[in-house]
């Protein structure tokens, strides 16, 4: 079974610039979640997929940021206009429906490590 | 509000010996999961071991054991035996059901550092 995809692995772009991360979830799952870890900080919450619809999207930080989830399947989050403060890793997860507290089926992604310069 | 504090940025042990990593929480729902994760330098998150409000009992998975506290809300991840291969950033965390989305909170992450 595949897991969750990301990519790119790396993006450097300038400020002001417009990068789209992308996250392919295992098929199947129809929870996908967005994270972002900022150097030196905790990794935090930004927004939660069931299948196209957004149930919660309370991280998000500002609306320079924007999430979609195509057909329920691979989901994009688009920074335009990228800042230095966007500079992080950005993970995604997914889990299938019904998995409560435990982490079964929870599955997290490598990662994209942006830097905005 | 849900919270998850890790006060030791950095940590050493030497190979074959033991060694905690520090983990409190906050929470004010009595129904929640608490999770370590192992982050390589390669990037992607490794789920160790889980412990659920509930369980009566410690969790163990091979090396790994969660010391769970509940009074005092805390959840110390200990690793028997360290190996080299241990070495890596090691998240603490914790879902609720009362968020409705079970997302994780997590801490700042401790680097554990094994010395051969």
């Known amino acids: 079974e595949a897991g969750v995809t990301q990519f790119p692995s790396h993006s450097v772009i300038e400020k002001g610039q417009t990068v789209t991360l992308r996250c392919d979830p295992i098929?199947?799952?129809?929870?996908l979640y967005w994270y972002r870890r900022v150097m030196g900080k905790e990794i935090k919450f930004l927004l939660h997929?069931?299948?196209?619809?957004?149930?919660?999207e309370s991280g998000m930080p500002n609306n320079r940021f924007l999430a979609e989830r195509t057909g329920g399947t691979y989901s994009t989050l688009k920074v335009q206009p990228a800042e230095l403060e966007d500079s992080g890793v950005y993970f995604c997860?997914?889990?299938?429906?019904?998995?409560?507290?435990?982490?079964?089926?929870?599955?997290f992604g490598s990662g994209t490590r942006l830097t905005v310069v | 509000a849900q919270k998850i504090t890790q006060t030791q940025p950095g940590m050493f042990v030497q190979e074959k010996e033991a060694v905690t990593l520090d983990c409190t929480y906050d929470t004010s729902d009595p129904s929640y999961g608490l999770f370590w994760y192992k982050q390589p330098s390669s990037g992607e998150m490794i789920f160790l071991i889980y412990q659920g409000s509930y369980d009566q009992q410690n969790a163990t998975e091979g090396r790994y054991s969660l010391n769970f506290q509940k009074a005092r809300k805390s959840a110390n991840l200990v690793i028997s035996a360290s190996q080299l291969g241990d070495s890596a950033m090691y998240f603490c965390a914790m879902r609720e059901p009362a968020s409705g989305t079970y997302k994780y909170i997590f801490g700042t992450g401790t680097r554990l550092k094994v010395l051969a």
């Open positions: 997860a997914s889990s299938q429906a019904g998995t409560g507290l435990s982490n079964y089926g929870y599955t």
């Open positions: 098929s199947g799952h129809d929870n």
């Open positions: 997929f069931v299948k196209e619809s957004k149930q919660d």
